[in-house]
């Protein structure tokens, strides 16, 4: 009779485990090469910017998509574009509100390879009270020995994307109709991502 229990028990053990084998490997943010850029434009230049705080689960590999994910969070009060005046303006309610929402996230929630080094990662993305679906296309730079540290893999990605700001009530419009700041950000985001061999 404990022999008949033990079977359905040992299945179950093999099964678990297997699934635990079969997650994706996780990667850890290098963050002395890794960048959140935003760029907008002022009148007749641009600003650009960065989120300096930053963390989140970057699981992905390229044999196995189904069970890779990448799910981001982004403090909103650490943009940076070398002007203090600026920053603490785009942290107010006047466009971030950082204080109510201090976080910008993506959630991915499927992950396709389109052939070569392209993929298109569709998923969650939110700033401030607003959440919307976007495909951003992932190109991944691939993977090698990291020439710096032994027994260690480091990997590269790239992201561009355009959104409208205004879609996600990131100011009223009142600064985009003056003709002082554009409403479409240009944000590219650039990783190094490494892992233990």
């Known amino acids: 009779m404990k022999k008949l229990f033990l079977i359905p028990a040992l299945l179950f053990m093999m099964t678990f485990t297997g699934l635990q084998s079969a997650a994706a490997e996780e990667w850890k943010f290098d963050r002395a090469h890794s960048r959140f850029y935003f760029t907008i434009d002022h009148i007749f230049s641009k600003v650009i910017g960065h989120f300096e705080d930053y ?7 390229a044999d ?26 785009l942290r107010s309610d006047d466009f971030f509100a950082v204080s109510k929402h201090p ?14 080094n ?15 679906t976007l495909i951003l296309p992932l190109t991944y730079f691939g993977a090698k020995d990291n020439p710096l540290k032994k027994g260690q893999v480091v990997a590269g990605f790239e992201t561009k994307i355009s959104v409208d700001r205004l879609d996600y009530n990131v100011g009223n419009g009142k600064f985009y109709k003056m003709g002082v700041a554009g409403k479409d950000v240009n944000i590219l985001v650039s990783l190094e991502m490494l892992r233990d061999k």
């Open 103 to 116: 976080l910008i996230t993506f959630k991915s929630t499927r992950i396709t390879h389109k052939g070569g």
């Open 55 to 61: 963390s989140g689960k970057f699981n992905f590999d």
């Open 64 to 89: 196995d998509l189904k069970s890779s994910v990448i799910d981001i969070q982004i403090k909103a009060k650490s943009l940076n574009t070398n002007i203090r005046k600026r920053d603490n303006h």
């Open 118 to 132: 392209r993929y298109e990662v569709e998923g969650d993305f939110t700033m401030k009270d607003v959440t919307k």
